[in-house]
C-alpha cells in the first residue's frame, strides 16, 4: 500500500472478512487476532484483485518498508529528511544501513538511492504536472542543491528536460507501485 485509498481498498477487504485491523499502516495491517491459513487465502485472493499482494518473508517486508519510508518521505513529507538518507533508514528500521542497501540491491536490482531518485523525480514530474511552482521552487522543495542538479538529474532519468517535460502534452507518469 503507497497511498491513502490503498489504505481504504485494504480496510474494505479486511471488513469483508469481518477481520478487526488495530492498524492500517502503509504496507503494514496488524490485526486484533492471527487469522487462519483459509481466511489468510480468501484474504490474499481479494487483495491480488486490488493489485496488492500479502508479503509475509522477512526480507520482502523490510524492503516494503524501505519502500513505503521514502515514498512517505518524497511524496508527503515534502522530502523533509533531518539526516541523511541512510541514517534515517537505519534508525528507522533498527538495522545497518550496509546490510538494508545489500538486501534492497540484491532483490530489487537497483539500490536505494536509485529507487530514493526515481521517486523523486516521479514527485517533479507531479510538480511540473501541476505548473504552480517553478523549477527553483521545485528543486528547494525537493531539497535539490540547485536547479541545474535537478534538470541533469531528471534529464538522465527521463531523456528529457523538465522545461520539455511540463510543455509536453501528453505527459505520462508512472503510478507509484510501478516504479
Same mark, same amino acid.
Given at each position: 500500500?503507497?497511498?491513502?485509498?490503498?489504505?481504504? =481498498?485494504?480496510? /474494505? &477487504?479486511?471488513? %469483508?472478512?469481518? @477481520?478487526?485491523?488495530?492498524?492500517?499502516? !502503509? +504496507?503494514?495491517?496488524?490485526?486484533? =487476532?492471527?487469522? /487462519? &491459513?483459509?481466511? %489468510?487465502?480468501? @484474504?490474499?485472493?481479494?487483495?491480488?484483485? !486490488? +493489485?496488492?499482494?500479502?508479503?509475509?518473508?522477512?526480507? /520482502?517486508?523490510?524492503?516494503?518498508?524501505?519502500?513505503?519510508?521514502?515514498?512517505?518521505?518524497?511524496?508527503?513529507?515534502?522530502?523533509?529528511?533531518?539526516?541523511?538518507?541512510?541514517?534515517?533508514?537505519?534508525?528507522?528500521?533498527?538495522?545497518?544501513?550496509?546490510?538494508?542497501?545489500?538486501?534492497?540491491?540484491?532483490?530489487?536490482?537497483?539500490?536505494?538511492?536509485?529507487?530514493?531518485?526515481?521517486?523523486?523525480?516521479?514527485?517533479?514530474?507531479?510538480?511540473?504536472?501541476?505548473?504552480?511552482?517553478?523549477?527553483?521552487?521545485?528543486?528547494?522543495?525537493?531539497?535539490?542543491?540547485?536547479?541545474?542538479?535537478?534538470?541533469?538529474?531528471?534529464?538522465?532519468?527521463?531523456?528529457?528536460?523538465?522545461?520539455?517535460?511540463?510543455?509536453?502534452?501528453?505527459?505520462?507518469?508512472?503510478?507509484?507501485?510501478?516504479?
Amino acid at each position: 500500500m503507497v497511498c491513502r485509498r490503498c489504505k481504504v =481498498a485494504v480496510l /474494505s &477487504e479486511l471488513d %469483508k472478512l469481518e @477481520l478487526k485491523p488495530l492498524a492500517v499502516e !502503509l +504496507g503494514e495491517v496488524e490485526l486484533s =487476532a492471527p487469522i /487462519s &491459513e483459509e481466511e %489468510k487465502q480468501v @484474504l490474499s485472493k481479494g487483495l491480488y484483485a !486490488l +493489485g496488492f499482494e500479502l508479503i509475509d518473508d522477512k526480507k /520482502s517486508k523490510v524492503i516494503e518498508k524501505i519502500k513505503n519510508l521514502i515514498i512517505d518521505i518524497v511524496h508527503y513529507k515534502d522530502n523533509d529528511l533531518k539526516t541523511n538518507l541512510s541514517h534515517f533508514l537505519a534508525d528507522n528500521l533498527g538495522q545497518e544501513y550496509s546490510a538494508l542497501s545489500n538486501l534492497f540491491s540484491v532483490v530489487e536490482g537497483m539500490t536505494i538511492e536509485q529507487y530514493f531518485i526515481s521517486q523523486k523525480i516521479e514527485k517533479v514530474k507531479e510538480l511540473l504536472m501541476y505548473n504552480e511552482l517553478s523549477l527553483s521552487e521545485i528543486a528547494y522543495q525537493l531539497n535539490y542543491s540547485s536547479v541545474s542538479h535537478l534538470s541533469r538529474q531528471f534529464k538522465k532519468v527521463t531523456g528529457l528536460t523538465p522545461t520539455f517535460f511540463r510543455n509536453l502534452k501528453d505527459r505520462k507518469r508512472k503510478q507509484i507501485e510501478d516504479l
